[in-house]
């Protein structure tokens, strides 16, 4: 593929994602399946394309259940302090993603 186009795919990909990323949050509080559905469809572009997902993406994401992780509605926070990580605890099937700092 040559660099202009891989270029323009990567931004379109990039772009589509932000803006599934942004309606599965809108309405992970109203209709969770949908959400749900949003991402998967995500990351089936960000497969696709064969690019990686943004950090703020893919750190927002349950790997499990493919819900939108927000703090208070469907994700529990806390910090292992003495690990130097953040542990984002899945409301929906009790998954759990470490992000170290
Ligand atoms: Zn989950």
Do not use: Q, W
Request: contains cysteine.
């Amino acid at each position: 593929m040559p660099i202009n186009k891989r270029i323009l795919v990567d931004t379109i990909a990039r772009e589509r994602i932000d803006i599934l990323f942004n309606l599965a949050k809108e309405c992970a509080a109203t209709d969770s399946e949908l959400s749900r559905e949003y991402v998967r469809h995500m990351k089936k572009i960000g497969t696709h394309c064969r690019m990686k997902l943004p950090k703020e993406v893919k750190n927002g994401v349950c790997k499990k259940c493919d819900s939108v992780l927000i703090p208070g509605l469907s994700a529990r926070v806390r910090i292992a302090s003495r690990n130097n990580y953040v542990v984002y605890e899945c409301l929906a099937c009790k998954a759990e993603r470490h992000v170290h700092y």
